[in-house]
């Protein structure tokens, strides 16, 4: 069976294993690792760009975390957590507390840096117009952070969209299913296609997320215009339209 | 009014910024912190409105002391200018403008429509008005940051470096409007810079502090300019400093003209030297020279010449009698009305008189 075949067989996209369902219990990981690494990242960074405390502890630790072995980690989770939780849970957890390692790093990085990277001018108007420390932070500050935010966010994504794979190792559902399944049984179509589709998956996410950007950064801060484009000059250029136009 | 009495800044690690700064800025009137970089100028402002907080004196607003308000009131009180205007990014002209207003709870609408009439105020029409900061000039940034600084209608105004991130011609021309802006508005400003053009030109009274923040020297700018108290406010105002006082300095109403029969356009011109050539109603067009031209018609007209009435500032006249045809200066009346001339030596003698 070629990749093309598997992709395209009925069977592969119902069911309860199917292809729908794998990709929603893969984002299901992956919203849920996302939340709680944005619930302690975000905060975590506001105060450290706030503040201007832990960053170099902060930067450290954040760095250490990227470079942890993520599958041994998750054995190791795995094996700690196996005599204190019962269920299906003794399987979700170390999976989701493995990817919210993954996803704080850039997240926690993108708020603070943000913060910090505010204009100062501005910051310091504000400052001298009145405005409260507080007031600084939510009207100033934190709308100069939100290109940086956003992009701390996306690339938590992919880490984790990319990572979310090794579910599958401790039995869990997820695209990670059709690679593992595919290596123990020397289906290389169906590894080759579960790996193609965490790759859409995180094409569509990143489109997501540029879409996210446009509608919550103002322009002014992603310095375009609203303006039309003016029309082409040049006859070429004119004549090209015209004819394209024409059809 | 502003007062400084006995205001000092120490830092910690034993530096002197500001040292034993008594100042006093009357209400209405703009009084400009000049010195070279490290004077404390800069420090001196930010303690009016306790970005910095003063080490001992006391710094009172109207009589109040500043240190006894709380920080955030009283900067809302008080306008606000910086050096790269400081607007915010995320926000458009006229939302930058009503940021404080909007802050303390104005209504939307009419915070903008005070807006917009406030960026009129500073010369910038309504096209403007939905650009980001980053789509303007930085001499139209600094016309929003200055329109912001009044949104509030606060009483009065500091202003750090306001125009000196712009390049010489618009740099001027902001002094300019500025100028005319306050006689309007009549704020009471404390001004920070280190050119001491800007401050001889927009400045009722300078300070001159020297490095260590100690007053040199505290005056009007003629005050400057003639009696500078010692060699260092001597350099600092800098070179031609007898001709630059005669730009704060008037002639006496009753200084005499030179008679001088002007013509009309298209008249024989029978004289030989420079002649003046007026409209029908008196108003002068130019000059045209009688050792070449036979009549004054619209081609041998020389229009370069500029027209003063004699309010006009002594270094004006002077100037313009010196770059005059025939080294004489045409002075009209209040109406535009050609009135006489007025020679070098003549605006020298009044001068003269003036101060004997």
Known sequence: MTLFEWLTDPANWTGSRGIPVQVGFHLLYTVISLAIASAIAIPLGIFIGFTGKGEAIVAGSANALRSLPTLGLLILLFLVLAPVIAGQLVFVVPTIIVLVLLAIPPILTGTYTGIQSADEAAVDAARGMGYTRTQILWRVQMPCALPLLISGLRGSTLQVVSTATVAAYLGLQGLGRYIIDGRAQADFAQMAGGALLVALLALALELLFSVLGKVLVSPGLRRTTRRRRTAPTDTATAALTTLTAAR | ?356
Not at chain 2, 159 to 176: C, G, K, N, T
Request: proline fraction near 4%.
């Open chain 2, 1 to 356: 009014m502003i007062r400084f009495e006995s205001v000092s800044k120490v830092y910690d690690d034993g530096t002197t910024a500001v040292d034993n700064l008594n100042l006093e800025v009357p209400t209405g009137s703009l009084l400009a912190l000049v010195g070279p970089s490290g004077c404390g100028k800069t420090t001196s402002l930010r303690m009016i409105n306790r970005l910095i907080d003063a080490t001992s004196g006391t710094i009172t607003l109207d009589g109040v002391d500043v240190s006894s308000t709380d920080r955030v009131g009283l900067r809302r009180k008080i306008g606000y200018v910086i050096q790269h205007a400081g607007l915010f990014p995320h926000r458009t002209v006229v939302d930058n403008v009503a940021a404080l207003p909007r802050l303390l709870g104005g209504d939307r609408k009419k915070t903008r429509a005070r807006a917009l009439e406030l960026l009129e105020l500073v010369g910038l029409d309504e096209r403007f008005a939905h650009r980001y900061p980053w789509q303007l000039s930085g001499g139209q940034q600094q016309r929003v940051g200055v329109a912001r600084a009044l949104a509030t209608d606060p009483p009065f105004l500091l202003m750090d470096e306001p125009f000196s991130a712009v390049d010489p011609i618009v740099r001027a021309q902001l002094q300019d409007e500025f100028l005319r802006l306050q006689g309007e508005i009549g704020k009471t400003i404390v001004m920070v810079t280190h050119d001491i053009d800007e401050a001889l030109k927009l400045g009722d009274q300078v300070a001159v502090l020297r490095t260590g923040g100690v007053l040199a020297q505290f005056g009007t700018p003629l005050e400057l300019l003639t009696r500078p108290v010692d060699t260092f406010v001597a350099d600092f105002v800098g070179g031609a400093r007898g001709y630059r006082a005669l730009g704060f300095e008037q002639l006496s109403e009753e200084t005499a003209l030179t008679p001088h029969t002007p013509v009309k356009l298209d008249e024989r011109v029978s004289d030989r030297g420079w002649v003046v050539v007026v409209d029908d109603k008196g108003r002068p067009l130019g000059w045209v020279d009688g050792g070449n031209a036979r009549d004054a018609s619209a081609a041998t007209l020389h229009t370069t010449s500029r027209f003063l009435p004699l309010t006009a500032s002594a270094r004006e006249l002077l100037d313009g009698a010196l770059a005059g045809p025939g080294g004489t200066l045409g002075i009209v009346d209040a109406d535009g009305v050609f009135v006489g001339v007025l020679s070098a030596s003549s605006v020298v003698e009044a001068v003269q008189g003036a101060a004997a």
